[in-house]
């Protein structure tokens, strides 16, 4: 592999890309638009939904509280991570959690919907339960959306910014000309990862603090770490984006492909809604995406400050796809 003909290839890729003014400012205000959007729909009362989580239940018929669960309007979730349902009722993100077996019920002192569920709570069984006091401020949706938005966004890049743009190389002979020059096909695959991972990172860079500047986002994690799990999903989608492309010809065809990846991930990963409570067949097929390891592992930085030793499956996953794109990519690439 020559140096110079990897960073000739990377730089012209670089100037294409900057050369086109609507393609680099959309990358940038497509996410911005969608935050801001969300940031300001949400910011008002929140919806009339209870939700409280209920600690090893296991459907026990016969434990206290179960006049409580004949309550209309409220949501029960079952759970079997007393911590995490703790952190969840700090960040207002179920407005009380009761464990039925030891007859504890925690609610956040600062929660208008956890003062409303306690009042009925005690209304329906008395005091049978005793009350655990937590504090802590709300996540809000939009907290929650922003690592979906900017996965999304770094999917269409990466698919269309690559595997269309290839197809279109393809189609218009420019890599018929590059086979006959000394440039192999790993040098070329290799630049062209390169160029995107650097526009794609450089774009969620200016997205996240730009919009974190006006919206004020909730992290509890490290910024390294969620840098670290964007650029690892980056690279993933990247590596699909040239899976695709790899022996694609017509750009109609390569478009279709494309899109058929591309909107079931974006539905199917969390972007826009979690997938909890959802049938366990879909949580599963949800797994096979980049986007759901991407967006999962960063909601778990920003919002529950996960460290990387928490999120060693997401890495595992997105490093075993990265791996698996790029050597069928590479075997089955061809300059014509």
């Not at 070329?188 to 160029?195: H, K, P």
């Not at 919206?215 to 910024?223: E, I, L, P, Q």
């Not at 591309?262 to 096979?288: C, D, N, R, Y």
């Amino acid at each position: 592999m020559s140096p110079k003909r990897l960073l000739a290839v990377f730089i012209a890729r670089n100037k294409e890309f900057l050369r086109d003014r609507s393609a680099l400012a959309w990358n940038i205000l497509f996410p911005v638009l969608i935050v801001g959007g969300f940031a300001i729909a949400f910011s008002g009362e929140s919806m009339d939904v209870y939700k409280v989580a209920l600690y090893q239940d296991n459907g026990n018929e016969q434990a206290a509280g179960q006049e409580f669960l004949k309550t209309d309007y409220i949501q029960f979730i079952e759970t079997d991570d007393l911590a995490r349902a703790i952190t969840n009722v700090e960040r207002h993100q179920v407005d009380m959690l009761l464990d039925r077996n030891t007859q504890h019920y925690w609610v956040n002192t600062t929660s208008p919907k956890g003062y409303m569920l306690e009042r009925v709570l005690k209304g329906t069984i008395g005091n049978a339960f005793t009350r655990q006091e937590v504090t802590g401020g709300e996540i809000r949706y939009v907290d929650w959306l922003l690592p979906g938005v900017i996965g999304m966004n770094m999917m269409f890049s990466a698919l269309f910014g690559v595997g269309y743009v290839l197809v279109r190389y393809r189609k218009n002979g420019v890599l018929k000309r590059l086979k006959a020059t000394p440039l192999s096909a790993v040098e070329f695959l290799t630049a062209q990862v390169a160029s995107r991972m650097l526009l794609i990172m450089s774009v969620v860079v200016v997205v996240y603090f730009g919009t974190d500047f006006f919206v004020d986002f909730a992290m509890f994690g490290s910024y390294f770490n969620l840098f670290l799990i964007f650029a690892l999903g980056a690279i993933s989608l990247v590596s699909l984006g040239l899976l695709i492309a790899s022996r694609t010809a017509s750009e109609e065809f390569a478009g279709g492909i494309l899109n058929v990846v591309s909107w079931p991930m974006m539905f199917l990963s969390g972007v826009w809604f979690s997938l909890e409570g959802t049938a366990t067949w879909v949580q599963k097929l949800a797994l096979i995406f980049p986007l759901t390891h991407v967006t999962s592992a960063a909601r778990a930085i920003m919002i529950d400050g996960a460290s990387l030793a928490q999120l060693s499956g997401h890495i595992t996953a997105l490093l075993a796809m990265t791996v698996a794109f790029l050597l069928l990519g590479a075997i089955s690439f061809k300059w014509e």
